[in-house]
């Protein structure tokens, strides 16, 4: 199985997984994320979980997968962000945070040269409040071997 399918795999059993623990658990919201990195000059598709750490709503923890498309190979991040929203409205928010990151690369060009890079993340982000469906956008640097930026829009509900 290509890592392209076990990527595709993860992430849509993280979408899955997100949109359940909306209806079963208050305080979890799921997302849905597209943009592009940077470095690899691809687009990428992406979902994760946002969990209120503390009831106030300052302090989230993020988990997500993004899947990344370079012209040749596959990119899969794995990713534990945690972030502090501040208090600026009850119509916009915005946030800075940091976590571990896993970028799962694979190359196409068969052998053996798949590899894995482990990393941290650094991200700011500007959310709108919207009901039941919050659209943002965020900026994000991924420190590792293979340094990467991503600029990316989503939806959380």
């Known amino acids: 199985m290509s890592k392209r399918t076990i990527g595709t ?7 899955l997984a997100a949109a359940a623990a909306t209806q079963v658990r ?4 799921g997302d849905v ?13 992406g979902g994760g979980m946002l969990f209120d750490l503390e009831k106030s709503k300052h302090w989230f923890f993020n988990p997500n997968a993004e899947l990344v498309f370079p012209d040749e190979g596959d990119l899969l991040t794995l990713n534990g962000d945690f972030h502090y929203d501040f ?15 896993v970028l799962l690369a694979d190359d196409d ?8 890079d482990f990393g941290a993340n650094l991200l700011g982000g500007l959310g709108a409040v919207h009901g039941d469906v919050r659209p943002f956008g965020q900026v994000k640097v991924t420190l590792a071997d293979d340094t ?3 600029l990316l829009f989503g939806i959380r509900f």
């Open 9 to 15: 795999c993860v992430l849509a059993m993280g979408l």
């Open 26 to 29: 208050a305080g979890v919201d």
């Open 33 to 45: 994320r597209a943009g592009a990195y940077a470095d690899a000059e691809a687009p990428m598709v």
């Open 87 to 101: 208090a600026s409205s009850k119509r916009v928010s915005y946030w800075v945070g940091a976590g571990p990151a």
């Open 109 to 116: 060009l068969g052998g053996d040269n798949d590899n894995a």
């Open 148 to 150: 990467e930026a991503a």
